[in-house]
């Protein structure tokens, strides 16, 4: 909701009592800070429902599960300390103009109950999140869930995953007793933060300023300088004062309200939707030239996660082929939504005809390349392998399903959320086979610039 209603400014009052739903209409641009239930609604009612698409997800007929491999984004979390300090630093500015200007009094009044020390950590939110995830995994797939003591979990080093991952196993409910195979939580960054491990990508892209002139070229925009002229208006300060990072500092707390109090933040009424679409294509602008496809190495820095998916995958066949149990039913890894992003980019999802660039905003308005409805809070990609009666399906033995955020994605070769899977090995040969992980992630010498731009 914004505040100016027919040309007059409304009450500050109204900012601290706003209800819930003037947020509805930004909850959706809010980019990787967006809630889970945001791409699945009916979880708003029922946390634990399957929804209505699960009845398309079903297993193909005449078909067992054998193996589920999911990569997890950590639940709902806390801004980071960062994000906290760039916060009290415009509340503070606030407190000095809120003498002479209403709206700046009604933020100003804000309780700023952020600590430094909240750094990013999980919030109980998300450890519901988490939970709640565990439940409908398991209901959708008992047979796979049932054998617990068998659960592969692991986890990025960060606390927020692992926190994660504790919450996802309390999920499926009371521990097993440890003599009895409960599995703790291995702490993998070689897969689950890939990206600090290539050289390439942290030297040309990470940490290379001009690897996101669009990011920067974008802030300095006319689209973001009528954000920016407009909030600065309406909170009495010269535009002078305020900044791209200010203004989505300011979003983003109307974000992390709703996700981790189910609260409208005064915040929020500084923001009308056609604002929020904008700090969407700002944060998207971000994860595409960081994360996406703006350079090579992005993805290919997943190709070891790529890998090792298809390699358990592999085992789990070739152990249904000698009539062996299946060591790992379930396989579970947490991780960031820069570790689901670059993976989803190297398998070619959401990829738009052109780049997103600073001066495209209006072109991009149907872009497919959305991060909130992609990687929001406890985003998930999961594999299920599946074991086929060949007498009845008349099919390939073995079948596999992908599932983003709890619903079927087309494969890119057949167009089918079903595929064989020798089928799905073969349109991915080139990765499998060629995608290397040392030779990618390999400093290029004397080369100091992003130069693999799409």
């Known amino acids: 909701m914004a505040l100016r209603a027919a040309g007059r400014l409304l009450p500050p009052l109204l900012l601290l009592l706003l209800p819930l739903a003037a947020s509805a209409a930004l909850s959706g641009y809010f980019g990787t800070k967006c809630r889970y239930e945001e791409v699945n609604p009916h979880l708003v009612q029922d946390p634990l429902s399957l929804g209505p698409a699960a009845a398309a997800a079903r297993a193909p007929a005449a078909c067992a599960p054998l193996q589920l491999r999911a990569l997890l984004r950590h639940g709902t979390r806390y801004p980071t300390a960062k994000q906290i300090r760039c916060l009290g630093e415009l509340h503070g500015r606030l407190r000095r103009a809120a003498a002479s200007c209403p709206a700046a009094a009604a933020l100003a009044a804000w309780h700023m109950w952020y600590e430094e020390s909240f750094d990013g950590q999980l919030a109980p939110r998300g450890q519901r999140d988490m939970e709640h995830l565990a439940r409908r995994l398991a209901a959708r797939f008992p047979a796979l869930f049932a054998a617990r003591r068998r659960l592969a979990l692991a986890s990025s080093s960060k606390h927020r995953c692992l926190q994660s991952g504790a919450a996802f196993r309390r999920g499926l409910g009371p521990p097993l007793p440890r003599d009895d195979g409960e599995m703790e939580i291995e702490v993998n960054d070689s897969l689950m933060r890939f990206f600090e491990h290539c050289q390439k990508f942290v030297a040309l892209v990470e940490e290379n300023k001009t690897a996101t002139h669009q990011v920067d070229a974008f802030k300095k925009g006319p689209e973001m300088r009528r954000v920016l002229e407009k909030v600065a208006s309406v909170l009495c300060l010269p535009a002078d004062e305020l900044n791209a990072d ?31 679409k904008v700090l969407e294509y700002l944060n998207d602008l971000k994860q595409y030239w960081k994360r996406g496809y703006g350079y090579d190495i992005n993805s290919r820095s997943s190709c070891n996660l790529f890998q090792d998916i298809f390699q358990q995958l592999d085992k ?79 099919k390939e033995e073995y079948q596999v399903q992908m599932l983003l955020n709890e619903k079927l ?20 040969k080139d990765i499998l086979q060629n995608c290397h992980f040392k030779e990618e992630c390999e400093l290029p010498k004397n080369n100091n610039t992003a130069t693999d731009e799409l």
């Open 409 to 428: 994605l087309p494969f890119h070769h057949s167009n089918k959320t079903i595929s064989v899977y020798a089928d799905l090995k073969d349109y991915y």
């Open 246 to 276: 200010l203004i989505q500092v300011a979003f983003l707390t109307c974000s992390y309200e709703l996700a981790i109090k189910n609260m409208t933040s005064p915040w929020c009424s500084l923001f009308n939707e056609e604002d929020a």
């Open 316 to 394: 789990a066949v070739e152990e249904s082929k000698s009539s062996k149990p299946i060591s790992s039913p379930v396989i579970v890894q947490i991780g960031h939504a820069e570790t689901l992003q670059p993976l989803l980019a190297l398998m070619g999802f959401f990829k738009d005809d052109e780049p997103l660039r600073a001066n495209n905003y209006v072109k991009q308005t149907h872009r497919k390349f959305r991060s909130g409805r992609i990687v929001p809070y406890a985003a998930n990609l999961v594999f299920v392998l599946y074991h086929c009666d060949q007498v009845k399906t008349s």
